[in-house]
């Protein structure tokens, strides 16, 4: 039971240690919120205030304690997954977009079916958009074997409505759109970052100084499995382990060999601990 809880959080990506600055910065000003007594709750839709200025504060503002625990036990146990897969700027610049968009959207399809002005706070609905994104970023299909990866927001939103009773279903629903729509944005940034890194690492093994015999020297330990299927493959291997280095797989290697884009200096050396 403990393995597969131990690799479910490194599937949610939190094996990577550091302080979450942002998480606790959400979690601190909620607190703090809630202790000086600041409401700043929105009531949209028909008959509601229109979202004004300060319509971010919403999210850190809570009317009762229970939904004060569930907006911070939700931080607790996906903001640090979140924040170091994303990174604390990431984190705080979704947050933030999400806090932004969802009154809108849940108050355009208040107006759209005619429904009734309804009050939103908490930051429940905000952590399902931001954990929706996280799920759609997994390229493993099925959790623990049995249950499907799209099926956990749902399944979060299902807890939710049971620990708060009082929760707009709809708010939600307009969370979990929001998360899938953050998702792709988070992806292209991250394919984007990816072609930027791999430009820079052809710029600087093309632009190489012709100095006399220069270096370049890869640590032994980058080398993995996938050098041997080069050596079989007839490419010399102080190249080819420069090629994987730079690529991280078998096939940009391939690409970058073929291309001759490898200089003939490349050394192999092995570090002690």
Known sequence: ??????????????????????????????????????????????????????????????????????????????????????????????SILTVIMLPFLYTLLLFVGGGEASRIYGFSAIQLALFTAQCRQVTQRRLLRCLPVWFLPWLLLLIGLLLLPGTPALLHFCAICIGHNESTAIAEAEVLEEEMLRAGILASLQDAPDEPDPKVEVPKSSVSSLLQQLQKMGFPTEKAVVALAASKQLDGAISLLIEDNIGEQAVVVSKGK
Do not use: K, N
């Open 1 to 94: 039971m403990l393995d597969c809880m131990s690799s479910v959080w490194f599937w949610f990506g939190s094996d990577r240690p550091g302080f979450c600055l942002g998480t606790s910065l959400l979690i601190t000003l909620m607190l703090l919120m809630y202790a000086g007594s600041i409401q700043a709750s929105l009531s949209v839709g028909p008959g509601g205030d229109f979202p004004r200025f300060t319509v971010f504060l919403y999210a850190l503002s809570h009317d009762e304690l229970p939904s004060l625990l569930v907006s911070v036990a939700l931080l607790l146990l996906f903001g640090p997954c979140q924040e170091r897969r994303w990174g604390t700027v990431a984190l705080l610049l979704l």
